[in-house]
């Protein structure tokens, strides 16, 4: 399995070819970005076990969660609104929901499988 949370545009999610039984979960809080995402993994050989989910990881999970993105640079969105209130001269606040992390992996892939995580948070 490989977790790629806050995924971006997926740099380091799609630079690589996975082993045909490995599962890959994207989560990204931006929903701009997501079309983006499924654009790119249209075309990535193992575009059939990709998932993008657009949502918020916390440990709180939430169907409507505030996330703010800064529409100068993708990296600079965050869940804080302070700091989003800081930088809030080109910063657009949507809802979007939040999951947790443990709610996503099953014990099956924890017992039969590598895990590879991968964690950007900005903010």
Known sequence: MALDIGVNYGECFLSTIYSPETKIL??????YLVPYLNK??????????????NALATDTPQEHT???INNDW???STAIES???DDSSN????GTKSIRIDNLVTDNDINTSCIVFK?????
């Open 83 to 85: 700091i989003a209130q």
């Open 40 to 53: 790119s993994i249209h075309a990535h050989p193992s575009r059939n076990q990709m998932s993008v989910i």
């Open 66 to 68: 505030e996330f703010f």
């Open 119 to 123: 964690l950007d948070v900005e903010g």
């Open 91 to 94: 910063t657009e606040r949507v």
């Open 74 to 76: 993708s990296g600079g």
């Open 26 to 31: 994207a989560i990204e809080a931006n929903p």
